[in-house]
């Protein structure tokens, strides 16, 4: 089942928006969801992750401080803060279907929904 973001949107440089990731919860082949990001004209960049037992965090060096990804019984959050114009991107979520030594590694990841946009004005 496809995992489906929403909460996108146009906000000024420093704004914050907060991401939302609908799941079905954990299943058996995954015990983690992460959300990825696109630019145009650039490949898919991790951005978080979070594991559902424990709720373990791990962050992409840019997004450290800025973001926070949460999660409760069967949806996933990004909270982002501080918003800059390279945060500007299509943002996913998926879930992680590998080692921890994979979290960062888009083709790791499956059941990526559509995404949603991000615009942040400078």
């Known amino acids: 089942v496809q995992l489906q973001a929403s909460g996108g949107g146009l906000v000024q440089a420093g704004g914050s928006l907060r991401l939302s990731c609908a799941t079905s919860?954990?299943?058996?082949?995954?015990?983690?969801v992460g959300w990825f990001r696109q630019a145009p004209g650039k490949e898919r960049e991790f951005v978080a992750a979070?594991?559902?037992?424990?709720?373990y965090t791990y962050y992409e060096d840019s997004v450290k401080g800025r973001f926070t990804i949460s999660r409760d019984q069967n949806t996933v959050y990004l909270q982002m803060n501080n918003l800059k114009p390279e945060d500007t991107a299509v943002y996913f979520c998926?879930?992680?279907?590998?080692?921890?030594?994979?979290?960062?590694?888009?083709?790791?990841?499956?059941?990526w929904g559509q995404g949603t946009l991000v615009t942040v004005s400078s």
């Open positions: 998926a879930r992680h279907r590998g080692p921890l030594s994979t979290v960062r590694i888009f083709t790791s990841y499956a059941d």
């Open positions: 919860g954990r299943t058996a082949s995954s015990n983690r």
């Open positions: 979070i594991t559902w037992i424990g709720g």
